[in-house]
Structures are given as C-alpha cells and as structure tokens.
C-alpha cells in the first residue's frame, strides 16, 4: 500500500485483510479489526481485493448520472423502498441539523434478493437511456464490497471467539443498500458549519466507503476531537454502525462523524451498507450473556425507525 497521498498519517489505523481475503484463519488480523473498532471506530484497509477497474468503470458511471439534468434524475425519484435518486436537500442526519448538500443514487439487491416487504427492499429504479453500462457497473461495485463486508464481519466475528458466520447467521436476503453520493463544490458558504452530511454515526451494520482525494471527512474520537480522514492510496474506509455496536454491547464503537462540503471542486463517494436480513435479532446477550445491555430488537425494525428519521421523502414516497 502506496502512503505517499497528501495526508497519509493519520490516527486512523491501517489494516492488511488480505489475509481474510485469501480465506487465511489469521487471529492477528482479527484482533487489529478488533483493537481498531473499539478505537476510534474507524479503519482504513488495504490488500482489500476489489480491483480497481470495478472502483474507476463506478466512478465514471456515477459522474455521468450527477451531470444529467434534474429534471431527468427525477425521473427515477427516490422510492418507499430507498431506491433511486435523493436530491440535495433530501437528508437531515440530526433532528435539529441542516439539511445535507449532497445528492446521492441508491439501489440494492434486486430480484432474488429482496426481503420480503420490508421497507429497504424492492426493486431498483435504473436510469432509462442508454444506461445498461451503468447498471453493469454499480452491480459490480455492490456485490464486490457487500462480500468485502461479509469477509469482515467474518473477522469481527473472529475477534470476539465466535465462528466467522455469527454476525451472518441470517443474511440470504440481506438489507444492503449501496450508494454514489456526490457532494457539489460550496465556494460561497454562508454559514459556518457548512457539512455536505452533518455530524452522524451510521445506522446499520458495517459501512464500507471509497472516498476520493478531495478529502472531507472528518471522525470525532474518544477524545471528542474532530480528526482528519484523508484520502490514502488504495485503500477503502470501513466503519462499525449502530447495529453492530448495539449487538456487541459497546464492544465495537459507531462513531460520530461529517463531511465538510468541498470550496474548490466537487467530491464523489462510493458507499456499501451492510445489513443483515430484516428479521435478524440484534440482541448483545447472545454475544455476552451476563450483558446489561438493550433489548433485542430486529434489524427491520431498527432500521425503518432511525430511516423515518432521517428522510423526509418517506413521509409521501411512493
């Protein structure tokens, strides 16, 4: 892994899960996912196994959507199901925050895949006009980073002394949900706090992003610090959820953070969402049976209400 990006050093440690990737029983790799998911809650990875022509044909596809006029994007406007496209404006990560600027498109598994009628499932709004490269690319970018999640959670799992599957016993229909978030350039701001997503920790599962070299994103630590989460070469970001903290009881952090809409040029994010079926039971006592932990509660039904939340569009999507 190359560290000569701007910015290279960070608080944020860098992890080698090549060895899970190769289907190695590696403990050492497991105890670093589990040291750094305690603390800050954010990892970097390399030797991550997704080729970059799976990351470059994504990136290229999503410019292509953004630079599409509104009133074409709004022709697959994001549905009931969290599907398709999220003008600016359409998420607000806080009850009392502004309303995000960015703009994103969102699908997940289609056909087979879907779980039942729950909310986050159903069918996937494609752009309609010569746009079959697109859809190519973005089932490549969701199916190689959701088994990238599964290989984690694999290692989490490891990490704790449970077999590689405990975190995904009940994952054949999976909840996951992929997004290209595009953040446009702010050079006139007009407040202070001028975040393309407020201050936030991730609702699901495991999150796994691709950012780029514009750089943005900002992690609060244990400290209460806002540190820098540069872009490095080849690497993804990977962060723990609300979910898997509120499964492991506190043992994995979901942690707070932001990103600062870009001055001089426009910032563009490939993101994976990993959640587990929607029947799933998040209960800390399976993990830990003498836990004073939360009640269990099913991954379906955590998820519809922190989503309701958090988008307006739910309140009249079709």
Known sequence: MSRDSPGADTAIPVIDVGPLIRGE?????????RDASQNPGFIYISGHGIAS?????ARSSARTFFALADAEKSRILVSRHHRGWLPQGGARMADDAAADR????????DGQGWAGDHSLSGPNLWPVKDFDEFRRAADAWFDAAQQLARVLLGGFATSLGQDPGFFLQSS???LSRASYVYYPAQP???DVHHFGVGPHTDFGVLTVLCQDHVGGLQIENTDGEWIDAPYIDDT??????????RWTNGTFRSASHRVMSPMSEDRLSLVLAFDPNPETSIDPRALFPAADGPEPITCGDYLDGRFDRAFAYRDNAV
């Not at 029983?25 to 996912?33: D, E, P, V």
């Not at 022509?53 to 044909?57: A, K, P, R, S, Y």
């Not at 960015?102 to 598994?109: A, D, L, P």
């Not at 993804?236 to 903290?245: C, P, R, S």
């Open 25 to 33: 029983h590696c403990r050492q790799t497991a105890a670093a996912l």
């Open 53 to 57: 022509t799976i990351i470059d044909d």
């Open 102 to 109: 960015k703009e994103s498109f969102i699908w997940g598994s």
């Open 172 to 174: 054949d229909r999976p």
């Open 188 to 190: 006139a701001r007009t």
């Open 236 to 245: 993804l970001i990977v962060n723990v959820g609300d979910l898997l903290a």
